[in-house]
């Protein structure tokens, strides 16, 4: 698992947002047009002094969305769709998908599904980037079916689904 970004997922689950999955969602996936370009340590708001060291190593940076981009036709930039298809395109090595018991962390190296990391598990858990070191902590996930991203305004349902690059 990614041994930079789950953490800060975790952390901001717990603090910034107070574990709520829905104000969660609503600021890393509702609340922007196209998508993140780096998920910053503004993410750790709340968070205890010592935890915002343990995982930032004392640096701080912001969260960059991609937002202002400038297409080459000059159209606006639209939200990407990210598919087991389209991920490959992305050049992101991570997906994440927002479950209301935690995050379903998705290698895209490997196509299906991937393991469950619980949102009550300690941000400051050792992570590693090869699966075979991925900690107990984690539930292997069935495949299922993605529930779209509903319209602006409409209430959400089922998991959530958030690329990062």
Same mark, same amino acid.
């Given at each position: ?28 996936? %509702? ?41 080459? %036709? ?12 389209? *991920? ?16 379903? *962390? ?10 469950? *990391? ?48």
């Amino acid at each position: 698992m990614p041994s930079h970004h789950l953490p800060i997922l975790l952390a901001a689950y717990q603090y910034k947002f107070g574990r709520d999955i829905e104000a969660m969602c609503r600021h890393l996936i %509702d609340a922007i047009a196209v998508g993140w370009a780096e998920l910053g340590t503004d993410l750790l708001d709340g968070a205890p002094p010592t935890l915002v060291a343990a995982l930032t190593g004392g640096e701080h940076w912001p969260s960059r969305s991609l937002d202002h981009l400038i297409t080459p %036709d000059g159209s606006p930039p639209v939200r990407m769709t990210v598919t087991g298809t389209t *991920v490959g395109d992305l050049g992101t090595p991570w997906g994440y998908v927002l479950h209301p018991r935690g995050i379903e *962390v998705i290698s895209t190296a490997h196509a299906g599904t991937g393991p469950l *990391v619980t949102w009550d598990t300690d941000p400051s858990t050792p992570f590693s980037d090869h699966p075979a070191h991925w900690p107990a902590i984690t539930t292997r996930r069935t495949p299922t079916t993605r529930t779209p991203l509903p319209a602006a305004g409409a209430a959400p349902t089922g998991p959530r689904t958030a690329a990062r690059r």
